[in-house]
């Protein structure tokens, strides 16, 4: 299958501070990819789409200024969590879709902070 | 109708024995249904999917049976082993790329 690179794995931060996560296709071209947060022991919550060259396009209750997306390239989208705090401790992952729909996952983030 | 509803919400089964969870959707619209497998602090992995031209789809030990007529859609996991435990996801697709997610179910095998 196709790879989905994430990074950084885990990331500890201090409250007020910003936290960038980087996501990147490694063998495939992606126009779209998604964002989401994943609370324990629950589904995933999508938080954003990001399409390349575009703004992206959040869902209802994800605040656009707190959770930055960047997506730059076809190969790169970033989530950048500005000013973060404790309640924005979570398990970050990144999508990315292949061709004519498959979706591939990142590993994910695990993001605290104290 | 754009719910996607998974069962159950746990299972554990016998090393050796065959785990079964179930989904089942309501939007016809959908038509990609894949199912992940996401191990503790991963993410998740494409597992196997089905479209639903197909009935059945078997890869190895894993197996999509498809039910259109029901708009349900099941994953069996034959011969579960412990290096199955992980919690799966199922998924339907409309259109371009909007996937909506099961709940997930927890899997546990026992040595």
């Known amino acids: 299958g196709a790879v989905v690179s994430q990074h950084p794995s885990r990331v500890i931060c201090k409250s007020g501070t910003s936290v960038k996560i980087e996501c990147r296709s490694l063998?495939?071209?992606?126009?779209?990819m998604f964002w989401y947060r994943q609370f324990p022991k629950q589904s995933l919550m999508l938080m954003a789409t990001?399409?390349?060259?575009?703004?992206?396009?959040?869902e209802q209750g994800v605040e656009k200024d707190k959770f930055l997306i960047n997506h730059a390239s076809l190969t790169l989208s970033t989530l950048t969590v500005t000013s973060a705090h404790p309640e924005d401790s979570s398990f970050y992952i990144c999508?990315?879709?292949?061709?004519?729909?498959?979706?591939?996952f990142g590993e994910g983030s695990r993001l605290t902070v104290l | 109708q754009q719910q996607v509803k998974q069962s159950p919400q746990s299972l554990i089964v016998q090393k050796g024995g065959i785990s079964i969870i179930n989904c089942a959707y309501e939007?016809?619209?959908?038509?990609?249904f894949p199912w992940y497998q996401q191990f503790p602090g991963k993410g998740p992995a494409l597992l196997i999917a089905?479209?639903?031209?197909?009935s059945e789809k078997k890869e190895g030990r894993f197996t999509i049976s498809f039910n259109k007529s029901a708009k349900q859609f099941s994953l069996h996991i034959m011969d579960s082993q412990p290096g199955d435990s992980a919690t799966y996801f199922c998924?339907?697709?409309?259109?371009?790329?909007?996937?909506?997610f099961g709940t997930g179910t927890r899997l546990k095998v026992l040595a």
């Open positions: 998924a339907a697709k409309a259109g371009t790329y909007k996937y909506i």
């Open positions: 063998d495939f071209q992606a126009t779209t």
């Open positions: 999508s990315a879709l292949l061709g004519v729909g498959e979706l591939f």
């Open positions: 089905i479209r639903p031209d197909v």
């Open positions: 990001s399409n390349e060259g575009s703004k992206a396009t959040y």
């Open positions: 939007n016809t619209a959908f038509d990609y």
